[in-house]
């Protein structure tokens, strides 16, 4: 076959089915569930002022979605706490498989004593033939839970110990599950090899067992000079992703696929990390021993590469390409998303779809070109790079807040409903319908990502494609 005929073949292979899509009229995203942990004030009777009603103005701070994508998780704090956090916080799911499931009533319910900031389900319980349905949430005041939700009575699993020396001092403002091949042989089991990392807005990253949580298994802090400055300073974390490979399979992130080592990291001041779990089992125990007995110890730093094009202010959202590991998405508070390729230091494209805060952003986990960021305008913005014309615009806006102007701080693609979509506010939880589009995967999909990773021009890639 001549090198014109096949490049031929592979441009129609790519472009024929997102013609067709691109085509065809879809229905926007629709509201399917309103979900809140509280009642609306005025849909309280008189004389019952407080009863179910959000006394504390706790906002939903993190969405996650169980393993068999039909139950959504929802914490609850708030983020304008200063000092010691002394409200109360709360983990909610509700199980929308159900048919009794009330909106205003959900499943579970657990209180904690202060903000809860983040939440995570287990990536791959419940597991065949068990009933355990573990989440982990982390609070504003640093603690880390585990619950498993099938137990009977009291959830909680595990709970870091507040007097250890090596800790979270500041909001965990990230949860990663993260399977791990010595914990697969210790347990023979893949669904229980899974350690949890942590990044807290101390500037510390930690490694856990799961059902230990007594004290960490390793830590890292986030030490890096000031920019024009050889002085090293605390970075404090606002948001952490695992780059993924393989996709065969597992839960450590989108497409199928388990974390890597190698994961990349917001920092409050703007920067961008990109860093690596490098221990082995003799520094594990080593790192044990020292925290039992009390040492003082000089954590590790964990980052590679610190030269990537900074955000003008906190970067709240960062998320790693399910289907090609050196893409990563940042969103942050100077109201730009960039999509940036971990080996250069500027970013591959540049968005600017709102004036105000963008918070979460996330690539779907089925469609290798589609990726969503949540924005304080009360909006969230849906970009597809195969049907995007002219200006780089976002495929579709979903107005969260109707209109309110709402802050929305927490989203989430649903890996195994790929057409169910959760997004959180100071409202509840919303799920979403999305349309049949973004359901799927189209052939020459992953071409055309693994293209726009090797590139200098997207825009020009892009245009050569039709697609500009």
Known sequence: MSSQLKQALDEHELMEPFTRVADKEEDPPECLHYLSLF???????????GSGVNKHKLVVTSVSWSCTGSTIAAAYGRYDVVGWCTHPGALATWNLARDEMKPNKPDVRIDVDNCLMACAYHPAHPAPKKKQALIAGGTFNGELYVWDLSQEGDLQRSKSNVLCDVRHTEPIVTIAWCYNRTEDGKYGNKAQAYRLVTLGADGRVLLWVWHKLEQPLYAYQLLWPQPHSERNVLWGGCCMSFQVEGRSGGGGGGGGGTASNTFMVGSEGGKLFKCYVDVNEMS????????????????????????????????????????????FLSSGADGSLRLFSSLRDQPLMVMEPSNSYLYATQWSPVRPLVFAVAAGDGHVYIYDLMRSKGLMRPMWIIDVCEGQGTPVYAMAFNAKMAGSFATGNSDGVQVWRLPPGLGSARKGEEGLLRKIAATDDVDELLRTQGLR
Do not use: T, W
């Open 284 to 327: 594990l125990k080593e790192f044990g021993k020292k925290v039992e007995a009390g040492e003082r110890l000089e954590l590790r730093v964990p980052i590679k590469d610190a030269s990537y094009m900074e955000h003008a202010g906190s970067v709240f959202g960062i998320d790693c390409s399910p289907f090609q590991r050196e893409l």
């Open 39 to 49: 009642r609306d004030a005025r849909d309280v009777a008189e004389g019952e002022a």
